[in-house]
C-alpha cells in the first residue's frame, strides 16, 4: 500500500487544478503545468485537495498512485512557489555573469562558455561565483542544473569545478613531495 500515495494534496489560494482525458493541468501565479497520468489510477478533485487512487491492487498500480501524487504535488508547488537549485563554481579565475537571456561563464577553457535559458528556466547571479536556477517544473530546474554542472565537473585534487551549493565535495590526497628512499 502506498503511504504516499494515499495523502491528499491540498490545493493553495490562487492555484487551480483541472482534470480531463487523463490529464492534470495546474494553474498558478508563477506558470502553468500539465501531466498526463496512467489509466492504472483516478486522479478527483474535491473538498478543495486533489486524490489519487488506484483502480486495482496490483504492485504496478501502487507504485503509480505514488508516483503521479508526488507529481502532483510538485506542480502545485512549482506553480505557487517555484524550484530553486543553486551552484557555486571554484577556481583560479572562475567567473560569470549574466548577459540578457545568457549566462556566460569562464570556467578555465581557451573561450568562455555560453548557456541559453530554457523556456520556463531563468538563472540569477547574485556574485561572480554563484548560479540559482529557478523555475516551476522541478524535474526541468534539476535537468538544467545537471547540465550545467556537467560542463565543468569538480576535479578531484582541488576541487576546481561546478558544483552544487553545499554539496561536499571529497578530495583525494595528491602526491606527496620529499620522500626519502631508504
Known amino acids: ?45 474535491k473538498d478543495g485537495a486533489v486524490h489519487v487512487t488506484r483502480n486495482d491492487e496490483t504492485t504496478d498500480s501502487n507504485a503509480k498512485q505514488g508516483l503521479y501524487r508526488q507529481l502532483i504535488h510538485n506542480m502545485v508547488t512549482g506553480v505557487k512557489d517555484g524550484f530553486k537549485k543553486s551552484l557555486t563554481i571554484k577556481g583560479v579565475g572562475y567567473k560569470l555573469n549574466k548577459q540578457g537571456k545568457k549566462l556566460v561563464m569562464n570556467l578555465g577553457f581557451s573561450h568562455p562558455v555560453e548557456f541559453e535559458e530554457v523556456e520556463g528556466i531563468t538563472f540569477e547571479v547574485p556574485d561572480n561565483n554563484t548560479i540559482i536556477v529557478c523555475g516551476a517544473d522541478k524535474q526541468l530546474v534539476g535537468e538544467i542544473a545537471a547540465k550545467l554542472k556537467a560542463i565543468r565537473p569538480v576535479e578531484p585534487y582541488h576541487g576546481y569545478g561546478l558544483h552544487y551549493t553545499g554539496e561536499r565535495v571529497i578530495q583525494k590526497a595528491g602526491k606527496s613531495a620529499g620522500k626519502k628512499k631508504k
Open 1 to 45: 500500500m502506498s503511504r504516499i500515495g494515499k495523502l491528499p494534496i491540498t490545493i493553495p489560494a490562487g492555484v487551480t487544478v483541472e482534470v480531463a482525458n487523463n490529464v492534470v493541468t495546474v494553474k498558478g501565479p508563477k506558470a502553468t503545468l500539465t501531466q498526463e497520468y496512467s489509466k492504472n489510477v483516478t486522479v478527483e478533485v
